[in-house]
């Protein structure tokens, strides 16, 4: 039995539990971490609460979640616009490999491309993740010369 399309419609506070298992099973695969599944689940209600925070997208086959992402924003003065950042890329083991990325970020490019406020799509991807890398470069994405640095501040987590 084939999967019908994928469908792909901005998450509610409804799709909360499904995207805080996806965030809970990215975080153990590519990175080995176990995370906290209260702290992650009030960290996506968060989102919900706080629009300013970021925008959750959620694809759907045969009406199962199938994957997600979530973006959020970083203002650039140089071209008076956001860059969306795309975060927490998750799609299902039994969804992988059925264009649920692609319909994923088709559906994010739309909508972008439709905003005057944003001027561009960003993302970042574990050093150690050969084949994120290959995807993403497939999906036209390329490498910036940008290093992500970071230092611990205030309250810190995984």
Not at 24 to 50: M, N
Request: aromatic share 10%; proline share 3%.
């Amino acid at each position: 039995m084939s999967a019908g399309p994928v469908c792909v419609r901005q998450a509610t506070a409804d799709d909360g539990s499904a995207i805080a298992r996806f965030n809970i099973d990215l975080a153990a695969e590519t990175e080995g971490i176990r995370l906290d599944p209260a702290t992650v689940a009030r960290g996506v209600q968060s989102v919900f609460d706080k629009p300013e925070r970021g925008l959750y997208f959620l694809a759907e086959l045969d009406g199962t979640a199938a994957g997600c992402l979530l973006v959020t924003t970083e203002w650039s003065d140089w071209r008076n616009a956001d860059f969306w950042w795309i975060q927490s890329v998750f799609v299902d083991r039994p969804h992988r490999r059925k264009g649920v990325f692609r319909a994923l970020l088709q559906t994010l490019r739309e909508v972008a491309s439709a905003r005057a406020d944003v001027c561009g799509l960003r993302l970042y991807v574990h050093a150690s993740n050969e084949r994120a890398h290959a995807v993403y470069r497939e999906c036209g994405f390329r490498e910036t010369g940008y290093h992500i640095l970071e230092t611990p501040g205030g309250r810190t987590g995984a």
